[in-house]
């Protein structure tokens, strides 16, 4: 009976983990203050967060949102880090960096030219909802046009 229970509480402790992981429902809001606040840190400045089509399908349901950062090379690679070590599954992907426009570094105060825009995904996943139930019917019933 201990070995049970001890097993239930490591289960119990992976399925907290995996939550916080892959929530069961999209939490736009806190991980874009999540973003907001990892950009404010490293000094980038995002330009845009654009939500683009949910992808549904078990078990999970893939958001992507694509994002416009400016600032230097390393402080770009920094974000770019600590978005993907936030506390749920989030994956850059296609990356494309390009040398800032001057309207941009004038609007941000750069005078050294070394400014970059990072335009590029990311991916986060939620626990697909769970399929609508069948509708009633006898048990052992079978389907229309089944034959024995």
Do not use: C, W
């Not at 806190?30 to 683009?52: C, F, M, N, W, Y």
């Not at 078990?58 to 770009?76: K, S």
């Not at 309207?103 to 105060?109: F, N, V």
């Amino acid at each position: 009976m201990e070995d049970l229970r001890r097993k239930v509480e490591q289960y119990t402790a992976l399925l907290s983990v995996m939550r916080r992981l892959v929530p069961d429902k999209n939490e736009v809001p806190a991980l874009i203050d999540d973003i907001s606040t990892k950009a404010k840190v490293r000094g980038v400045t995002i330009g845009r967060i654009e939500p683009q089509a949910v992808e549904a399908g078990p078990p999970f349901d893939t958001y992507r949102y694509r994002l416009e950062i400016i600032g230097h090379y390393d402080q770009l690679g920094e974000f770019m880090s600590d978005i993907a070590s936030l506390q749920r599954i989030i994956v850059p992907q296609d990356v494309n960096l390009k040398a800032a426009n001057s309207q941009a570094q004038k609007l941000i105060g750069d005078t050294t030219g070394a400014l970059l825009e990072a335009q590029f995904m990311i991916r986060t996943f939620v626990k697909a909802a769970a399929p609508p139930p069948g509708p009633p019917g006898k048990k052992g019933a079978k389907p229309a046009g089944a034959t024995q």
